[in-house]
């Protein structure tokens, strides 16, 4: 009579669960949320991104003003594009961006100076954005310009990186014939 008892013994430790194989079953758990997180987060990598609609850009377009709203030789800041309106001694203009071609700071005008100063690492920049100062390897990006009926619009969409100031990038008003 004294086997009996050792044999329901046995049997009930094989019908409760070890704390090892509790363990084991967390793990794999715990192992298949991760694989799961792990594979959202690569369809999300490779799925491709939602193109703007046709009428999303438009207020990358930003228009500055009338052309007589601009003296020559004068800049204007334009916070909602992040850029600087620059009107040539000429009467040309050039959409420049606040950012320094060096480290990417955000460049103040010192009318006084008549130039854009970096306040980081000191470079800078004539009212066309040419270097006079380095560290800045390039002069500063520029902004393609349209003039309609007397109104500057500045595409803000994508920067054109230069190395250099040329004069085919200053935009004119058209003269009166």
């Given at each position: 009579?004294e086997?009996?008892?050792?044999?329901?013994?046995?049997?009930?430790?094989?019908a409760e669960p070890?704390?090892?194989?509790?363990f084991?079953?967390?793990?794999?758990?715990?192992?298949?949320v991760?694989?799961?997180?792990?594979?959202?987060?690569?369809?999300?990598?490779?799925?491709?991104?939602?193109?703007?609609?046709?009428?999303?850009n438009?207020?990358l377009?930003?228009?500055?003003?009338?052309?007589?709203?601009?003296?020559?030789?004068?800049?204007?800041?334009f916070v909602?594009g992040?850029?600087?309106?620059?009107?040539?001694?000429?009467?040309?203009?050039?959409?420049?961006?606040?950012?320094?071609?060096?480290?990417?700071?955000?460049l103040?005008?010192m009318?006084?100076?008549?130039?854009f100063?970096?306040?980081?690492?000191?470079?800078?920049f004539?009212?066309?954005?040419n270097?006079?100062?380095?560290?800045?390897?390039r002069?500063l990006?520029?902004?393609?310009?349209?003039i309609?009926?007397?109104?500057?619009?500045v595409?803000?969409?994508?920067?054109?990186?230069?190395?250099?100031f040329?004069?085919?990038?200053?935009?004119?008003?058209?003269?009166?014939?």
């Open positions: 009579m086997t009996m008892p050792t044999k329901t013994k046995e049997k009930k430790s094989e070890t704390r090892r194989s509790f084991n079953i967390l793990w794999i758990g715990l192992g298949l991760a694989l799961a997180e792990f594979i959202a987060v690569a369809f999300a990598f490779l799925r491709p991104r939602k193109s703007k609609a046709p009428g999303e438009t207020d377009i930003i228009t500055a003003g009338a052309v007589e709203r601009f003296t020559p030789n004068s800049v204007t800041a909602r992040k850029f600087y309106l620059a009107r040539l001694e000429d009467g040309g203009f050039l959409a420049l961006s606040r950012t320094c071609t060096h480290l990417g700071c955000t103040p005008w009318e006084k100076e008549m130039k100063a970096c306040p980081c690492h000191g470079s800078a004539d009212i066309t954005g270097v006079i100062d380095a560290p800045a390897p002069a990006d520029i902004y393609p310009i349209t309609e009926n007397k109104m500057i619009k595409d803000t969409r994508k920067p054109i990186k230069r190395s250099a040329r004069v085919e990038q200053v935009t004119y008003p058209k003269k009166k014939v």
